[in-house]
């Protein structure tokens, strides 16, 4: 009798313990599924291996995280991440190239993804375009084909302008940077933008995007863009990344990238999802600008007129990010610049 009493307290102990311990496993599952992400993304996981570039610059000592693929290639694409973005929303595009034999690089600039944010920073086109060059030629790269989405449209503009022996094509997809801001927009101080940037929050980001970016309508897939850059907003260093993106609007405010398409040298490709509806500083035009900002609809016409070097594809039904929303029908135009090679 004893024995079975022993034995039945035995029992309730380990249910206990199996109970604790069940509660104990749900909590960390459940708190491993709220995790936040510092200012360079640690715990956060790229589609390929991330390396550092120590880079000197400013007076500063910081790391530009990039990615590097199929390196025996001599043929050689720079893939540029826009604004609102970082290098891994790249991955299907770079399993692609390298199917094709290209040799993918992919950085994240000084300020976003897994790259330093530093404290203060002087942003420009030409500093992001004079860092980008100096991680090549820290990797013996001399001649490239560069493509830009969105901000990093703009940046490929300055950089085939500032380097153009060294940029064999640009291929733009729905870049920024169309229209001059600064005719149309006010300027406002880094303040203006850093307390945008602290009044953010997941919904906000997401509803944004869908608004502007998808005309209304969402997918799962799309959470993947939103979520690292939402779990920044609850981590430890949120504070220096808003500050960072504050900093940055500068570039687009002030740099105008019309004149340096007028001028190409360099043969550029531009895929437009005219759905797009992207119109920085819309809500702080001039005084009297009637202006309707980010009508991609209508950028053909304007854009041809530039230069003989700049060839557009609009995409129909598409918008800001149409190798998102359509990526067989994106494909068709974009791959026509990049036709298979043999491997080396």
């Given at each position: 009798?004893?024995?079975?009493?022993?034995?039945?307290?035995?029992?309730?102990?380990?249910?206990?313990?199996?109970?604790?311990?069940?509660?104990?496993?749900?909590?960390?599952?459940?708190?491993?599924?709220?995790?936040?992400?510092?200012?360079?993304?640690?715990?956060?996981k790229?589609?390929?291996?991330?390396?550092?570039?120590?880079?000197?610059?400013?007076?500063?000592?910081?790391?530009?995280?990039?990615?590097d693929l199929?390196?025996?290639?001599?043929?050689?694409?720079?893939?540029?991440?826009?604004?609102?973005?970082?290098?891994?929303?790249?991955?299907?595009?770079?399993?692609d190239?390298?199917?094709?034999g290209?040799r993918?690089?992919?950085?994240?600039?000084?300020?976003?993804?897994?790259?330093?944010?530093?404290?203060?920073?002087?942003?420009?086109?030409?500093?992001?375009?004079?860092?980008?060059?100096k991680?090549?030629?820290?990797?013996?790269?001399?001649?490239?084909?560069?493509?830009?989405?969105s901000?990093?449209?703009?940046?490929?503009?300055?950089?085939?302008?500032?380097?153009?022996?060294?940029?064999?094509?640009?291929?733009?997809?729905?870049p920024?940077?169309?229209?001059?801001?600064?005719?149309?927009?006010?300027?406002?101080?880094?303040?203006?933008?850093?307390?945008?940037?602290?009044?953010?929050?997941?919904?906000?980001?997401?509803?944004?995007?869908?608004?502007?970016?998808?005309?209304?309508s969402?997918?799962?897939?799309?959470?993947?863009?939103v979520?690292?850059?939402?779990?920044?907003?609850?981590?430890?260093?949120?504070?220096?990344?808003?500050?960072?993106?504050?900093?940055?609007?500068?570039?687009?405010?002030?740099?105008?990238?019309?004149?340096?398409?007028?001028?190409?040298?360099?043969?550029?490709?531009?895929?437009?999802?005219?759905?797009?509806?992207?119109?920085?500083?819309?809500?702080?035009?001039?005084?009297?600008?009637n202006?309707?900002?980010?009508?991609?609809?209508?950028?053909?016409?304007?854009?041809?007129?530039l230069?003989?070097?700049?060839?557009?594809?609009?995409?129909?039904?598409?918008?800001?990010?149409?190798?998102?929303?359509?990526?067989?029908?994106?494909?068709?135009?974009?791959?026509?610049?990049?036709?298979?090679?043999?491997?080396?």
């Open positions: 009798m004893k024995k079975l009493e022993t034995c039945t307290k035995l029992n309730k102990i380990r249910a206990i313990v199996v109970i604790q311990m069940a509660s104990l496993c749900f909590l960390v599952t459940s708190c491993s599924s709220v995790r936040t992400y510092d200012a360079r993304l640690s715990g956060y790229y589609p390929f291996e991330v390396k550092n570039f120590k880079l000197k610059t400013q007076n500063q000592s910081l790391e530009m995280s990039y990615m199929n390196q025996q290639s001599k043929n050689v694409v720079v893939l540029l991440h826009g604004k609102n973005f970082a290098g891994f929303y790249w991955k299907r595009i770079a399993q190239l390298m199917r094709r290209y993918v690089i992919i950085p994240d600039q000084i300020g976003f993804g897994k790259s330093s944010k530093p404290k203060n920073y002087q942003y420009s086109f030409s500093q992001l375009a004079l860092n980008t060059k991680l090549l030629e820290s990797l013996e790269v001399k001649k490239i084909s560069i493509v830009g989405h901000m990093g449209g703009m940046l490929a503009v300055i950089f085939a302008d500032n380097f153009k022996n060294s940029v064999n094509q640009v291929i733009l997809i729905n920024i940077g169309l229209e001059d801001y600064g005719r149309y927009v006010q300027f406002k101080d880094p303040s203006f933008f850093y307390t945008i940037e602290l009044n953010k929050t997941a919904e906000k980001i997401k509803e944004y995007q869908k608004k502007n970016y998808y005309d209304g969402w997918k799962p897939e799309y959470e993947d863009l979520t690292p850059f939402a779990k920044q907003i609850d981590g430890p260093d949120w504070k220096l990344v808003a500050w960072n993106n504050a900093l940055t609007y500068g570039p687009i405010f002030t740099e105008n990238i019309i004149d340096k398409l007028e001028r190409t040298q360099v043969p550029i490709s531009i895929l437009l999802g005219i759905r797009d509806r992207t119109g920085p500083g819309r809500k702080w035009k001039k005084e009297g600008v202006y309707q900002l980010g009508q991609y609809q209508l950028m053909k016409s304007r854009l041809v007129k230069s003989d070097k700049i060839h557009i594809k609009n995409l129909n039904d598409l918008g800001h990010l149409p190798h998102f929303e359509d990526y067989e029908r994106f494909s068709k135009s974009f791959y026509l610049n990049f036709p298979q090679i043999k491997s080396p």
